[in-house]
T-cell receptor, first 112, second 111 residues
């Protein structure tokens, strides 16, 4: 299995600012993922991040709003840019390890 | 990816087996059945997956019908810590980025 550490675990931010979420895996993984989980709802995939290439974004998500870095096989960041209250959500990172998804514990973001 | 249908919620008595059903009548031949669960305030956790044979691991058993149109996840001796949302997902093997999480079943284990 793989252990994924995600930080911060929660934050309260002002409208118009940006927040960068970090995700560290204890094993090398080819694919890492970023999901959003809005209150009371299921997970929605934002993008897939592979090392050395630009992230692949799902419909409805764009790089300008959610820039992603993937500098090596154990680390990724997601930035939520120019935040609005609609961005209040839980953001989860995940990694593919032995064809199974492993997740961090999530970042609960509240935008005022 | 095939769509799955699960009950919104279920109750189970502590110590008893929890049987969680899932319908996936449009599953294609190369799609696996995956089960994940999400305990409150945590990220989802992988439980088990299978293609057509029944599978068992230290967490649970997965029973897939012969026509593969439905499956059941069995937690043999449910504990209070098994209270969670359980997601049944039908998706291609080796393509975790294609797994689509639905709304799942909220299993409440009662003391």
């Amino acid at each position: 299995s793989a252990v994924i550490s995600q930080k911060p675990s929660r934050d309260i931010c002002q409208r118009g600012t940006s927040l960068t979420i970090q995700c560290q895996v204890d094993s090398q993984v080819t694919m890492m993922f970023w999901y959003r989980q809005q209150p009371g709802q299921s997970l929605t995939l934002i993008a897939t991040a592979n090392q050395g290439s630009e992230a692949t974004y799902e419909s409805g998500f764009v790089i300008d709003k959610f820039p992603i870095s993937r500098p090596n096989l154990t680390f990724s960041t997601l930035t939520v840019s120019n935040m609005s209250p609609e961005d209040s959500s839980i953001y989860l990172c995940g990694g593919d390890f032995n064809e199974k998804l492993f997740f961090g514990s999530g970042t609960q973001l509240s935008v005022l | 990816d095939a769509k799955t249908t699960q009950p919104t919620s279920m109750d189970c008595a502590e110590g008893r087996a929890a049987n969680l059903p899932c319908n996936h009548s449009t599953i294609s031949g190369n799609e696996y059945v995956y089960w994940y669960r999400q305990i409150h305030s945590q990220g989802p956790q992988y439980i088990i997956h299978g293609l057509k044979n029944n599978e068992t691991n230290e967490m649970a058993s997965l029973i897939i019908t012969e026509d593969r149109k439905s499956s059941t996840l069995i937690l043999p001796h449910a504990t209070l810590r098994d209270t969670a949302v359980y997601y049944c997902i039908a998706g291609p093997g080796g393509a975790t980025n294609k797994l689509i999480f639905g709304t799942g079943t909220l299993l409440a284990v009662q003391p």
